[in-house]
């Protein structure tokens, strides 16, 4: 018995010890802040909640929210994890006990981040900002920040794609040749250069291919 208390006392002294309190000297948007620890100023990810991105509606009201609650002031982070980025990502808590994550849900300035929370009381603090139309709920179909940023990355992929596509020729670095769509050296292991037309690729130096004759 002593044992197991002992084993419980420990695992509690390194939770808390993970823990801190520090003042927010920076606040990025609603859901990432910056707390001093330790001499530095740590990024801070809120923890089970998404706000609206910067460029959506009620982006910058949710940044505005969170500076009102927490700029300057002196706050208690309970980390839970590290996200893929080395940003830690957790709780934070205001000087009245309040929590700044489920404030900014329960105003209307944030979702519940399904995919990493399986907190339900967060989703009920959800659920009664829809009901009552608060914040973002005011629009009648508003956009969820995860499918605003996959829209943004398909977005950018299309773009590089047809980039891609428009630079219709391949230029061999090494032999200074350059060959066009359907050329068996077209993606030779040294044409890495791409040439939207066939001035473009003269006029930096290379020459037409003497097989396909680009």
């Known amino acids: ?12 002294a390194q939770v808390q010890a993970a ?15 910056e707390v001093m620890h330790q001499g530095r100023a740590e ?28 700029a300057g002031k002196i706050v208690t982070v309970e980390i839970e994890t590290k996200d893929r980025y080395g940003q830690t990502v957790g709780e934070v808590i205001l ?9 900014l849900v329960k105003a209307g300035m944030a979702w519940w981040y399904r995919t990493y ?3 339900e009381s967060i989703g009920a603090l959800e659920s009664d900002a829809r009901r009552l139309r608060i914040g973002l709920w005011q629009d009648i179909s508003p956009s969820p ?3 605003y940023r996959k829209g943004k990355r398909t977005a950018r992929k299309l773009i590089s794609s047809e980039f891609s596509n428009s630079r219709a020729l391949h230029g061999n670095s090494s032999s200074k040749v350059f060959h066009q769509k359907g050329c068996k050296y077209y993606d030779c292991k040294n044409c890495s ?12 130096g290379f020459k037409p291919c003497g097989i396909c004759k680009p």
């Open 1 to 12: 018995m002593l044992f197991f208390l002992a084993i419980v006392f420990i695992f509690v």
């Open 19 to 33: 823990n801190f309190v520090g003042k927010v000297v920076k606040v990025s948007d609603g859901d990432t802040i």
């Open 43 to 70: 990024r801070i990810r809120l923890a089970e909640i998404d706000c609206p991105e910067k460029k959506q509606p009620f982006g910058k009201k949710a940044k505005e929210f969170t500076i009102e609650m927490a």
């Open 95 to 103: 000087s009245d006990g309040r929590s700044l994550n489920r404030e």
């Open 117 to 119: 929370s399986k907190d």
């Open 145 to 147: 920040p995860w499918e």
């Open 193 to 204: 250069e791409n040439f939207a037309n066939r001035n473009e690729a003269i006029g930096s």
